[in-house]
């Protein structure tokens, strides 16, 4: 019956202790076989008496398991039935010890056993080695296959990283490209925006924007040198020469500084300056602005990669057509024509 298990008053569970961990007819036909293979196994030592007698009195080194004594003999036939019995109930051929038919089979069925166990329990193990074995390879090729599906995706996921990397490091490279390309279309539409404010309509709002946001690349850093010398060119036009040189004395220093690679605009950098001090020179009459201009138009000369193109230039341009003429500038003409003739 439950037995109730309390602390205190408080029932804590119920247990059927005996119920749960002795079956009382699995006990009773346990004990009802192990009689029966011993029965079973003395009638078997007793039809083997004489081969029997002579394994117990010489003992010959043949192992005790062929020729056993009769004690042997009958616990040999209690394990052997009941490891028969089990097998027997494991495939379904016993259901219920309880019924008198299933009882009187369990009874034959361990005598028969105990009776032929020192043949049935060898073919017994050798039937498990063999299935323990048949497992044990079925495991190992199992194992193989894991190893084998494991290699297969460890190399699968290897090639995703790669491919991974690859796409990152592609995008990467694409989005660089498009900064680049984008970055170049934006320099040359507001150089292109720069150049058309410098007209005299150009309502002041318009181009006070653009020179708003060039000032602010030249201020990052992010400015190319063409943005400097239209900035530059802008201020001459609208607000002071004086603004428009400083600009220029600007890109100079970062030229010689390295923050600007030397480009063409090294040199139109000196030739924009030296128009810028030569128009007020014109204005102001200070012969200091004229040297400064001249000094400039031959820096621009030395550092230009045709300087007789520049010196044509030069000749043509409204802004200097008073310098051109003056002797200076002839002899910087001549000079230059001099050092490198044709």
Request: proline residues 2%; negative net charge.
């Amino acid at each position: 019956m439950p037995i109730q298990i309390a602390i205190h008053g408080r029932q804590i569970r119920d247990l059927t202790m005996l119920e749960e961990f002795i079956n009382y007819a699995l006990v009773k036909v346990l004990f009802s076989s192990s009689i029966c293979g011993c029965f079973g196994g003395l009638i078997g030592h007793f039809i083997n008496n004489e081969k029997s007698t002579i394994a117990a009195a010489h003992r010959d080194g043949r192992d005790w398991f062929v020729y056993p004594s009769i004690v042997q003999s009958s616990l040999i036939g209690a394990a052997g039935s009941i490891a028969f019995l089990f097998f027997i109930t494991a495939i379904g051929g016993l259901n219920n010890f309880n019924t008198l038919n299933e009882y009187l089979r369990s009874i034959s069925v361990s005598v028969i056993a105990g009776f032929g166990a020192r043949s049935l329990l060898p073919r017994m193990v050798g039937n498990l080695e063999k299935q323990l074995s048949e497992v044990d390879t079925r495991v190992s090729q199992v194992g193989d296959k894991v190893e084998e599906v494991d290699s297969i995706a460890q190399a699968a996921a290897e090639d995703a990283r790669k491919a991974i990397q690859q796409a990152e490091s592609a995008k990467s490279s694409a989005e660089h490209n498009y900064k680049t390309i984008k970055e170049e279309f934006d320099t040359l539409t507001l150089n292109a925006q720069l150049i058309e404010a410098c007209a005299a309509g150009t309502e002041p709002q318009i181009w006070k924007d653009l020179l708003n946001r060039a000032q602010e690349l030249a201020a990052s850093n992010k400015a190319s040198s063409a943005i400097w010398i239209n900035i530059a060119r802008l201020q001459r036009h609208k607000i002071t020469f004086d603004a428009a040189i400083s600009t220029l004395d600007n890109l100079l220093n970062k030229y010689f500084a390295n923050e600007i690679s030397r480009d063409k605009n090294f040199s139109a950098a000196y030739y924009n300056r030296a128009c810028y001090y030569e128009m007020k020179f014109l204005s102001s009459s200070q012969s200091a602005e004229r040297q400064q201009a001249l000094a400039d138009v031959k820096s621009c000369l030395t550092h230009a990669k045709n300087p007789a193109s520049e010196i044509e230039q030069m000749r043509d341009d409204k802004d200097l057509a008073e310098l051109v003429k003056s002797a200076e500038f002839v002899a910087l003409a001549d000079l230059q024509a001099a050092t490198n003739p044709g």
